[in-house]
């Protein structure tokens, strides 16, 4: 079966401008994850939504949003860009989320924000 | 939240070595899993192993989850283990968090 999709690999922005990653999981998988990877801070947990729902949230300012949809495609959104921002945004996709089961992670969308 | 721990955040190894990676964890938790990241930053992930004992050719993965521990183990290491080994876990009904990681790097 196809794997997660992450779209686009990279992307470079402006600041001050906002930015929309999607995430396409795995088919049946209806939880997907976004994490977000920077050498001073590690890998952090942004969201979580499951069946069009964020059901949790990681310690983000309000600019980081989500949205999930009906065929459990996800997008995030980034508004008002910084140049802290800069980061590898990787979205992980499972069954039911909520830490149960195996989570697959896509390849990443590398964001440089100049 | 909980906290996780990775050790040695460095290792360097000659081709052929083996090594152990330990995952310590602070609290009781329903999911463990070790990743390895690719030089493109994709995370592959190794084992789901929330307790027990597993293998997969070279490597196995043990996870004590009573005593909040876990150790991956790489046999006859090559140098396209190189990379960044990752522990992730999740508490009951939470989302996975992960380790700082560690960096091995096999030289030939």
């Known amino acids: 079966k196809a794997g997660v999709t992450q779209t686009p690999r990279y992307l470079i922005k402006t600041r001050g401008q906002q930015v929309t990653l999607s995430c396409s999981p795995i088919s049946g998988h209806r939880s997907v994850s976004w994490y977000q990877q920077t050498p001073g801070q590690g890998l952090q947990f942004l969201f979580e939504y499951f069946s069009e729902t964020q059901r949790n949230k990681g310690n983000f300012p309000g600019r980081f949003s989500g949205r999930q949809f009906s065929n459990s495609r996800s997008e995030m959104n980034v508004s008002t860009l910084e140049l802290g921002d800069s980061a590898l945004y990787l979205c992980a996709s499972s069954l039911n989320g909520r830490g149960q089961g195996s989570y697959t992670f896509g390849s990443g969308t590398r964001l440089t924000v100049v | 939240g909980i906290q996780v721990e990775q050790s040695p955040p460095d290792l360097i190894l000659q081709e052929g070595a083996n090594s152990t990676l330990r995952c310590n964890f602070s609290d009781s938790v329903n999911n463990l899993q070790w990743f390895h990241q690719n030089p493109w930053g994709q995370l592959i992930n190794l084992f789901y192993?929330?307790?027990g004992t597993k293998q997969n050719g070279r490597l196995s993965a043990t996870t004590v989850a009573t005593e909040r521990y876990s150790l991956l183990y790489i046999s006859s290491s090559q140098t396209t283990d190189s990379g960044v080994y990752f522990c992730?876990?999740?508490?009951?009904?939470?989302?996975?968090?992960f380790g700082a990681g560690t960096r091995l790097t096999v030289k030939p």
């Open positions: 992730a876990v999740a508490p009951y009904n939470n989302d996975m968090r």
């Open positions: 192993i929330p307790s």
